[in-house]
């Protein structure tokens, strides 16, 4: 089973009305100073996730990072925890999974969310070759990628420390499969537990930000549920010269793990590059490497994202 519908369509949208275009339209009256994204270091913890092989739940692979995850983030952030689950899947596979929380600043209701998934695709169902189908996909886009970028930012915000507080949440399970309902297994948990009890006030998903070939329109879940949030991200992409790159008159439809916050009442957008490879070959196969990749995608994801954090309105 695919794991996105996916739906291309005219989306008209008034730029100037979130701040994008050019940086003299913008409403921003108070910026933070920030620290510069490394993408060279970023690229280098994409590579060391894939070097790990596939993070699988239960394999030695999931272990090997999850234990990376936890000591790299517990020497930069305030708070640190670990919110182990479990899940029985329908074909009856018992998975012992872990959502890893990291926060900065206050952990009221007031934080922003920045959210991505650490585990990999257990089957290469979508590649082209019937032989490889069975084969574990490497995940350096899809898992690595937004991993990476959240593991810089959360250096930027241990250097200087943003103006609210920021939670970073790497969620377990959401790639699993083969159906959507063995899938966004940390994200359900998060939303029915602290989601529930302290929820955020919003978030910004990153999912498959690596593409050496670039291009995130707005996905319409989030534009439905989550506009103003929309609005905000892909208007600062434009206001750092990135207007190409996060184009607003096209969109993709995604079943993603920001579809159970926006269910919850939360809003979160998700920021994704759907199209991985010439016609998608990449997604879900053996392809999704580090080749594949490219430290200049991460930077311009890394940089929109920082700016969205550092940004006082």
Known sequence: MKRW???????????????GGDSEGSSVTVRVERPSFDADRAFQDLERQVAFGPRIPGSAGHAQQLEWL???LRALADTVFLDPFEHLTGEGHELALTNVIARFGPADGSRLLLLTHWDTRPKADQSSEAADREEPVPGA???????????????MFNEQPPPGGVELLFTDGEDYGPSTDDMFLGARHYVAGIGNENPPAFGILLDMVADADPAF?????????????????????????????FPMDRTVRVIDDHVPFNDAGIPVANLIDFDYGPGNGFWHTPRDVPGNTSARTLLMVGDVVAEVVYRNR
Do not use: K
């Not at 519908?5 to 701040?19: D, F, H, I």
């Not at 886009?141 to 250096?155: H, K, P």
């Not at 609005?231 to 990135?242: N, S």
């Open 217 to 245: 329109p707005v996905e319409a879940y989030s534009m439905e549920r989550a506009g103003q949030v929309v609005q905000r991200v892909w208007g600062i992409a434009a206001d750092l010269g990135y207007r190409r790159f």
């Open 141 to 155: 886009n899809d898992g690595a990628s937004g991993t990476a970028i959240l593991l810089e930012l959360a250096r």
């Open 5 to 19: 519908a996916v739906l291309v369509t005219t989306l008209p949208l008034a730029v100037a009305a979130c701040g």
């Open 70 to 72: 936890e000591t790299e």
